[in-house]
């Protein structure tokens, strides 16, 4: 009986959810979305804390050691500087750092959820959204252009050279995406930035050495000429997987009875390749397209390092390696956030481009 009770009140709690879902089955699947995002990135940031917990040393260890390297400069001739046991628990229960890692995670959250503060850098002492706010529109920068860019070429290309099947052009254009799509992409950076170095056509970094409020117009065309080859890598790098994709989802629309029926009634060839078998093309792009996001994102860590390019993954890395849990993991909070929503975005753009899609009803 008080199980029967219990099922009961249960059922009545989630009465209101089960109403919504029937009559706005699309924002019901929205607000679900959201909220298995707020629950992965929860578990992320556990993790995080967990494995850097586990890493050799902490970041007590780079504090103390720059000290001492400061104190050492300032004192010419003195060698006799030393730490002991007592100053790096000291310093490690000022941080917070003697506390378990679940313990540190929660206090992150509490600072972060309700006063919203994501803390400062534990080596630069800067605050960590001054510090990510600097970079991400960088990074956010390069991948969007880059991401337009493939989606341009891959729909153009793709489409094209699904009317050349079977002539010679055919095994040419699939070697040549296939050999885009399985070369090493930080080979391809390194051959790139060599050519830089050799030719002296570009630049070897990634960025202008002045800022963009000093002169807008300069920094433009500077800006154009040092990303050029870092956006080539990043392109050639997501056209050949995309190129394949759309080019052999066109020959399967264009195997379908419905274009036969087209054809049978008449419709110009180019009305049957644009305004129908082009459509069906749209789905499964942005279905893999938040997968290409994420791609991009996690490519131009290595980008952004080979070409020292000042971005978020640039930014990642030297966190990594000096131990900052704070901008580790903020970095990684934030960029999830971006590949998870462009996720619940490329769901609801399928939804909106596809009227037989119905979320959380049949048929």
Same mark, same amino acid.
């Not at 860019?149 to 153009?156: A, C, Q």
């Given at each position: /009986?008080?199980?029967?009770?219990?099922?009961?009140?249960?059922?009545?709690?989630?009465?209101?959810?089960?109403?919504?879902?029937?009559?706005?089955?699309?924002?019901?699947?929205?607000?679900?979305?959201?909220?298995?995002?707020?629950?992965?990135?929860?578990?992320?940031?556990?993790?995080?804390?967990?494995? /850097?917990?586990?890493?050799?040393?902490?970041?007590?260890?780079?504090?103390?050691?720059?000290?001492?390297?400061?104190?050492?400069?300032?004192?010419?001739?003195?060698?006799?500087?030393?730490?002991?046991?007592?100053?790096?628990?000291?310093?490690?229960?000022?941080?917070?750092?003697?506390?378990?890692?679940?313990?540190?995670?929660?206090?992150?959250?509490?600072?972060?959820?309700?006063?919203?503060?994501?803390?400062?850098?534990?080596?630069?002492?800067?605050?960590?959204?001054?510090?990510?706010?600097?970079?991400?529109?960088?990074?956010?920068?390069?991948?969007?252009?880059?991401?337009?860019?493939?989606?341009?070429?891959?729909?153009?290309?793709?489409?094209?050279?699904?009317?050349?099947?079977?002539?010679?052009?055919?095994?040419?254009?699939?070697?040549?995406?296939?050999?885009?799509?399985?070369?090493?992409?930080?080979?391809?950076?390194?051959?790139?930035?060599?050519?830089?170095?050799?030719?002296?056509?570009?630049?070897?970094?990634?960025?202008?050495?002045?800022?963009?409020?000093?002169?807008?117009?300069?920094?433009?065309?500077?800006? /154009?000429?040092?990303?050029?080859?870092?956006?080539?890598?990043?392109?050639?790098?997501?056209?050949?997987?995309?190129?394949?994709?759309?080019?052999?989802?066109?020959?399967?629309?264009?195997?379908?009875?419905?274009?036969?029926?087209?054809?049978?009634?008449?419709?110009?060839?180019?009305?049957?390749?644009?305004?129908?078998?082009?459509?069906?093309?749209?789905?499964?792009?942005?279905?893999?397209?938040?997968?290409?996001?994420?791609?991009?994102?996690?490519?131009?860590?290595?980008?952004?390092?080979?070409?020292?390019?000042?971005?978020?993954?640039?930014? /990642?890395?030297?966190?990594?390696?000096?131990?900052?849990?704070?901008?580790?993991?903020?970095?990684?909070?934030?960029?999830?956030?971006?590949?998870?929503?462009?996720?619940?975005?490329?769901?609801?753009?399928?939804?909106?481009?596809?009227?037989?899609?119905?979320?959380?009803?049949?048929?």
């Amino acid at each position: /009986m008080k199980l029967l009770a219990a099922a009961e009140a249960l059922r009545k709690l989630l009465s209101p959810f089960y109403i919504f879902k029937r009559r706005f089955p699309l924002a019901a699947y929205i607000l679900y979305r959201f909220l298995t995002m707020a629950a992965l990135l929860f578990l992320l940031g556990f993790a995080i804390f967990a494995l /850097m917990q586990l890493a050799p040393g902490d970041i007590v260890d780079q504090i103390m050691i720059q000290q001492v390297f400061s104190e050492s400069s300032g004192r010419a001739g003195q060698r006799d500087i030393s730490i002991t046991d007592d100053q790096l628990a000291a310093r490690r229960a000022y941080l917070g750092l003697d506390q378990p890692f679940y313990v540190q995670y929660f206090r992150w959250l509490d600072r972060v959820i309700v006063h919203h503060d994501l803390g400062t850098s534990l080596i630069s002492r800067a605050p960590v959204s001054f510090l990510i706010g600097s970079r991400i529109w960088n990074s956010i920068m390069l991948n969007l252009i880059s991401l337009l860019l493939i989606t341009v070429f891959s729909f153009l290309l793709g489409v094209y050279f699904s009317t050349k099947a079977g002539t010679a052009a055919d095994p040419a254009v699939t070697f040549f995406a296939l050999v885009l799509h399985a070369f090493p992409g930080i080979l391809l950076l390194i051959l790139l930035q060599l050519f830089a170095a050799v030719t002296g056509l570009f630049p070897v970094t990634a960025y202008p050495s002045f800022p963009w409020t000093e002169a807008p117009g300069k920094f433009v065309f500077s800006y /154009m000429h040092h990303i050029f080859l870092p956006l080539l890598a990043s392109f050639l790098g997501g056209l050949g997987g995309t190129l394949r994709m759309i080019r052999a989802t066109m020959l399967d629309q264009l195997g379908q009875p419905y274009i036969t029926s087209l054809r049978s009634r008449g419709i110009a060839e180019w009305r049957i390749y644009l305004a129908h078998a082009f459509r069906n093309t749209l789905n499964p792009f942005i279905t893999g397209s938040a997968n290409l996001l994420a791609g991009l994102f996690s490519g131009s860590l290595i980008l952004e390092i080979i070409f020292a390019y000042p971005g978020i993954g640039r930014l /990642m890395y030297e966190a990594v390696m000096q131990q900052d849990i704070n901008l580790v993991l903020a970095n990684t909070m934030f960029i999830s956030f971006l590949v998870l929503l462009g996720m619940v975005i490329s769901d609801i753009c399928l939804a909106l481009v596809d009227p037989r899609i119905r979320y959380g009803k049949e048929g």
